[in-house]
């Protein structure tokens, strides 16, 4: 690594939800419920496929015409049954580990998310890593969020980084998807439960298990090249 790129800011830019919070799957509960309330049954493998995508893409994806009358109603009903279900959230593996890592290495932790804020103040308090995190993103920051490079950009400016010095983590293909259009490399995770295939065709220049597998591999990763010496 040069003197040049050892003395840059560097910043390592993650996802949330099913990156370092196992909570994909409670998002798909809670939109099934709120689908179903406003009177739309869609099967959880649709909702799956969904999750990490703009919410007015996601909704008219699996509400189709109705999106425009009812998308309101089921985003608030998602909301209420998302954070009802904050007591099952946790860390997944190596999450907070990989943060402090990262931290102690000199690399700014940056989450890049356009979560809204309530949820977001959720997620912190269940990683419960703040004090290594450097700076966050939330919907009050992005227009659209992903596949949309919006999210990504709000994360390079805020930590004063550029696609050269900043490595985008995330378990979902519209994460690898924001990241290429940004310039930036993409790490792709299989804790959201998409494949290690679908990942490496939206752009993921590596894919490991889960943020555990990816601090075991950390010196030969991608976000190796962010590391101080």
């Given at each position: 690594m040069s003197s040049e790129s050892s003395t840059a800011v560097r910043a390592a830019l993650f996802d949330v939800d099913g990156t370092l919070v196992d909570s994909n799957y409670l998002h798909v509960r809670a939109w099934q419920r709120a689908f179903r309330e406003v009177g739309h049954d869609v099967d959880a493998w649709r909702v799956h496929r969904a999750i990490g995508l703009d919410s007015s893409l996601l909704l008219e994806s699996l509400l189709g015409d109705d999106a425009d009358t009812l998308g309101d109603r089921a985003k608030d009903?998602?909301?209420?049954?998302?954070?009802?279900?904050?007591?099952?959230?946790?860390?997944?593996?190596?999450?907070?580990?990989?943060?402090?890592?990262?931290?102690?290495?000199?690399?700014?932790?940056?989450?890049?998310?356009?979560?809204?804020?309530?949820?977001?103040?959720?997620?912190?308090?269940?990683?419960?890593?703040?004090?290594?995190?450097?700076?966050?993103?939330s919907s009050e920051d992005v227009d659209s969020a992903k596949p949309d490079p919006g999210v990504v950009r709000a994360a390079m400016d805020r930590s004063s980084t550029s696609s050269d010095t900043a490595v985008m983590v995330g378990d979902a293909v519209w994460d690898g998807k924001a990241a290429s259009r940004a310039g930036v490399t993409f790490v792709g995770l299989l804790s959201g439960g998409i494949s290690r295939a679908e990942l490496t065709e939206a752009g993921a220049e590596a894919v490991f298990e889960d943020a555990q597998d990816l601090l075991d591999h950390l010196e030969s990763s991608p976000l190796a090249r962010l590391l101080g010496s």
């Open positions: 009903l998602h909301k209420t049954y998302y954070l009802g279900a904050r007591d099952s959230m946790r860390p997944l593996a190596g999450a907070r580990e990989l943060i402090r890592e990262l931290h102690g290495r000199g690399v700014q932790v940056v989450l890049a998310t356009s979560a809204p804020e309530e949820e977001l103040d959720v997620l912190r308090e269940v990683l419960s890593v703040d004090s290594y995190i450097a700076h966050t993103t």
